[in-house]
């Protein structure tokens, strides 16, 4: 048998059904990759991989693409679920995930089938096995269809919900997730309504609802409320008492605000979900049984305020959109839906004008989602009604004027661009309960393709009547498609374009998804585009998705003379269809090509090159050099450069890294320096005071201000100080010129407890340090802390946030518990130094003592299990062994310390987890093994084993400056 022959067969062996899933189960990368095939028969990586290449064109093999690349053998999987030869890591759990649940699924009676700890990986386990097992249980009266959003924006939800209360025997408890007045309870009540409409009974079946931030004041009365309670229970606890548990009985318990649970209430709930029993407080025995299904709501993140043994307990997870990550259409919708209720509710019309609805769909309601938005209504209504009393009028009018002044300021303040998207085709809408005939009232267009199909129907009906031949007419409508976008694109001016505003009228999912189709046009087309080029991409695809499902668009038309003009942009735009096909599963119809690609064609500016460098500064392993990837990557430019700088680096540090990459990027005309925090806001500065090269620094960097600022600086069309304003400018971005105070803010729940010992405690950290200890402490309380930080920022630079609740605002945040991890107050001081201390003066190391004489005396402080004089010694010789070259003491000093600290935690059997940790390996293959020979010397001494886990967190810090 040939070798191409026997490694098939390797791998026809090692990816059967069985093995994929247990590798799933157990976090195993799965399929066979290259590295594989080298170490099972020996041969070079290169030829392993052309093997397997060759084996995956002849259609032999699946290709999964993940890190590394695997290798699946096609027969092993189902042929009828297997439409592709390529699929992502996650794409192919979930077909393997599904096809072995087909199997198990009827005889299912529990939940011991399904992965424990994967609770994302099990939503998908069942929800397409109960679309195609179950669709004969599903009426047609379904409840869910109520909901607006049914088949978009709440599909995914309403499917998982589905297959959470159609799962034998009792369905599956379920968390639900959102913000405020998102529609959680609604939604809750629609999984009960349906649940009712699945089982053939005529008994009752309960639907208890309960918030528990009622009684959060109180844990005793709300575990009470909960699970009941006997006479004497507690103070006042005149009699026995009956129970939520025990009223939903063969029902559902609708849990709202659970995080409000105390963490014993939690406990008694996971035991009731295992086992079917609880006790009622007071009684000492769980002989009390409850068959309930539980349906949760939080506005929380569950990791931080739920146990983790109580999230077990919870297979399926929904998260609600919030207003504004709705489409336009579904905003509309909800609007729509209010008015027509309170026509209802007033027995009258009411006439809105149409800017009023565009106000309404256009504002987020960051104080209640649909809860605001349906208070704002009623509001308007009320307005309205007194209005006609007044008028005498028999119908109810709503203006511009009577809008709640904050949407109102809020719609005025929008870039014309965000407010003139969307348009409705009249002046004003009337609502009546009484009719049904609004709905082409509703209808409306945006500004990019606003009429052009209309057009283009209508000019192909009269160009045919005047007998034009085929070639005649393709000509005509091509010049006219040319000529509108031309037209489009002239009056697109982005220069005042507020990309905040912008977000809320084009789909975020759309605006991500454009931005990964442009990234392959600017490579295959080699072009730089224009700055309004992503967003009419954008809007284009959204306009054309919305056409498609409205059964709208021109039948018969023929555009060869673009492709022609344009065969490069056809060939791109043919595989943009592609793409949005399999996105969206829409059939597009041929002719969309020619209106892609004259987007394309008419948005392109050449490369140029520039005198100009562009360097990236951000705290942590890979920020930085992500940001310059990408940017570089898009618009095909080796130009900006990266720096990846740990917390843990000094100022020294920054200021001599900075300073050598500078200088290395020879940039004639200066260096422009995105950074996101801290001393390197000001580092660019002091840099330029010592080297006189012109710096000019932007802070709170992002990926899209990189790649703005690449793309002027190859167009070569700006002086750097140009570019810097139209950053600041475009991003609103705070200038280095900061004079407010700093400050540091504790938080805690009620503003007067821990957040108070952990004020004092940071005050004695900052008083030990003179050029720290004026900075403000201040304790918040957890509730509107939101608002209450805004207004603090105002006044004050605020450093840090440290409490035992993660705050919902943007800040540099630590646990309170980090306050008693020793020596996390050194840590926290030289993170504060670095973030308000641009350049610090230190001693030179090499002037006090010897590197390794440091070593021995910090960990002769620190650690408790090894000898420090033979742990140094060891170290010594282990760094050697490696050939460690970097002549930096600082970063020799940071590389023992970390040995020392590796060892003593090993020792005693405190083994830290780097997650990836596969992935990793497989990144550094050479240098992995070669640590993982070296560190033999450590191990052999002291007789203890360094896990894999530990020797990847050496290789990040060996690996820390290179780029």
């Not at 191409?4 to 990368?29: C, F, P, Q, R, V």
């Not at 995930?97 to 992965?115: G, V």
């Not at 917390?647 to 422009?672: C, E, F, P, R, W």
């Not at 070259?885 to 020799?892: G, I, P, V, Y």
């Amino acid at each position: 048998m040939s070798q191409k022959n026997n490694i098939l067969e390797y791998i026809k062996n090692n990816t059967t059904l069985d093995i994929l899933l247990n590798n799933i189960k157990d976090s195993i990368n799965i399929g066979v990759s290259a590295y594989n095939i080298e170490d099972e028969f020996n041969i070079v990586r290169n030829n392993s991989s052309t093997i397997l290449n060759k084996l995956h064109k002849e259609g032999l093999l699946i290709k999964i693409i993940s890190r590394p690349v695997t290798f699946i053998f096609k027969n092993n999987l189902n042929k009828e679920v297997i439409c592709k030869d390529s699929y992502k890591l996650e794409e192919i759990k979930h077909i393997i995930l599904n096809m072995t649940y087909q199997h198990s699924f009827i005889a299912s009676k529990s939940l011991d089938n399904i992965p424990v700890n994967d609770n994302k990986k099990t939503d998908e386990l069942f929800i397409k096995n109960i679309n195609i097992n179950n669709n004969s249980h599903i009426n047609d009266n379904d409840p869910f269809k109520k909901l607006v959003g049914h088949s978009s924006s709440l599909l995914s939800q309403i499917t998982k919900a589905k297959a959470a209360i159609l799962y034998p025997p009792k369905g599956l408890n379920t968390l639900i997730l959102g913000e405020s007045g998102v529609g959680k309870t609604t939604f809750a009540n629609a999984m009960y309504q349906f649940s009712k409409s699945q089982k053939k009974t005529n008994k009752n079946i309960p639907f208890i609802s309960f918030n528990c931030a009622d009684y959060y004041n109180n844990p005793q009365l709300l575990l009470s409320q909960l699970f009941g309670h006997v006479k004497g229970a507690f103070t006042g606890a005149s009699s026995d008492k009956e129970g939520l548990v025990e009223k939903a009985d063969n029902g559902i318990l609708f849990l709202d605000e659970i995080h409000r649970l105390p963490a014993d209430g939690q406990e008694m709930l996971f035991y009731l979900m295992d086992n079917g029993k609880f006790n009622r407080l007071g009684e000492t025995s769980k002989n009390r049984t409850s068959n309930v299904l539980i349906i949760a709501a939080t506005t929380e993140n569950p990791d931080d305020v739920l146990l983790t043994t109580f999230l077990r307990r919870i297979p399926v997870t929904l998260k609600l959109p919030s207003f504004s990550e709705r489409s336009i259409e579904e905003r509309i919708e909800l609007i729509k839906n209010l008015f027509i209720q309170e026509s209802s509710n007033l027995s009258s019309t009411i006439k809105i004008d149409s800017i009023v609805l565009k106000a309404l769909w256009l504002y987020d309601y960051p104080k209640g989602n649909l809860g605001q938005l349906y208070s704002e209504v009623k509001l308007l209504c009320a307005k309205g009604f007194l209005d006609s009393i007044k008028e005498n009028s028999s119908s109810i009018h709503i203006s511009f004027n009577m809008l709640n002044r904050e949407i109102s300021s809020h719609y005025e303040n929008m870039d014309n661009i965000s407010k003139d998207f969307y348009n409705l085709s009249v002046e004003y809408i009337e609502f009546d309960s009484r009719k049904n005939d609004y709905t082409s009232s509703l209808k409306i267009s945006n500004s990019l393709d606003n009429n052009i199909y209309n057009r283009i129907s209508s000019e192909l009906t009269n160009l045919k009547e005047l007998g034009l031949s085929d070639n005649d007419i393709d000509e005509r409508i091509s010049d006219m498609i040319y000529k509108h976008y031309k037209s489009v694109s002239n009056n697109f001016n982005t220069n005042n374009l507020n990309f905040e505003y912008l977000d809320k009228v084009i789909n975020h999912d759309i605006v991500i998804f454009s931005t990964s189709l442009l990234n392959y046009a600017s490579v295959e087309l080699q072009v730089v585009f224009s700055d309004k080029f992503a967003l009419l991409l954008a809007m284009h695809i959204q306009s054309l998705v919305n056409r498609l499902l409205n059964g709208e668009g021109v039948k018969r038309l023929n555009l060869n003379k673009i492709k022609k003009k344009h065969p490069k942009e056809y060939e791109v735009a043919s595989y943009f269809l592609i793409k949005i096909s399999e996105k969206f599963n829409l059939v597009i119809p041929e002719y969309e090509k020619g209106f892609l690609t004259i987007l394309l064609a008419n948005n392109q500016e050449s490369y140029n090159t520039s005198d100009i460098g562009i360097l990236v500064m951000c705290h942590g392993n890979t920020t930085a050099s992500s940001m310059c990837e990408v940017a570089n990557t898009i618009l095909d430019s080796n130009i900006v450069k990266a720096i990846n700088m740990p917390l843990s680096a000094t100022v020294k540090d920054i200021y001599n890294i900075t300073l050598k990459k500078i200088k290395s990027m020879g940039a004639k005309k200066g260096v422009l320096l995105l950074v996101d925090m801290g001393s390197l806001v000001s580092i660019g500065n002091e840099i330029a005071k010592n080297t006189n090269i012109n710096i000019k620094t932007i802070s709170n960097v992002s990926t899209l201000t990189v790649l703005e600022a690449l793309r002027q600086v190859l167009f070569k069309n700006y002086s750097i100080d140009e570019i810097h304003n139209n950053l600041l400018n475009t991003f609103n971005k705070t200038t280095v010129n900061n004079v407010k105070p700093n400050a540091i803010i504790t938080l805690c729940a009620t503003g007067k407890g821990s957040s108070v010992i952990a004020k004092n405690i940071v005050i004695e950290v900052l008083s030990s340090e003179q050029s720290l200890s004026s900075i403000n402490v201040i304790s918040v309380q957890y509730e509107n802390h939101e608002s209450y930080i805004e207004k603090l920022e105002e006044e004050y630079n605020i450093l840090a946030c440290i409490g035992n609740m993660r705050p919902k605002v943007h800040l540099n945040y630590f646990p309170i518990n980090q306050l008693f991890v020793k020596g996390f107050d050194v840590q926290f001081k030289n993170f504060l130094l670095d973030m308000i201390n641009p350049i610090l003066s230190k001693e030179s190391s090499s002037d006090i003592e010897d590197v390794y004489t440091r070593i021995n005396n910090t960990l002769s402080k620190y650690v408790k299990f090894v000898n420090p004089i033979i742990a140094v010694n060891c170290i010594k010789k282990f760094i050697n062994d490696i050939g460690y070259s970097n002549s930096e003491e600082d970063e020799l000093f940071d590389l023992a310390l970390h040995l020392g600290c590796m060892l003593d935690r090993c020792i005693k059997g405190y083994n830290a987890i780097f997650e990836n940790k596969d992935n990793f390996i497989c990144s550094y293959h050479n240098q992995f093994y070669i640590i993982k020979n070296s560190i033999k010397i450590i191990e052999d001494e002291f007789l203890v084993k360094i896990p894999d886990d530990e020797l990847c967190f050496l290789i990040q810090i060996l690996n820390r400056d290179k780029n």
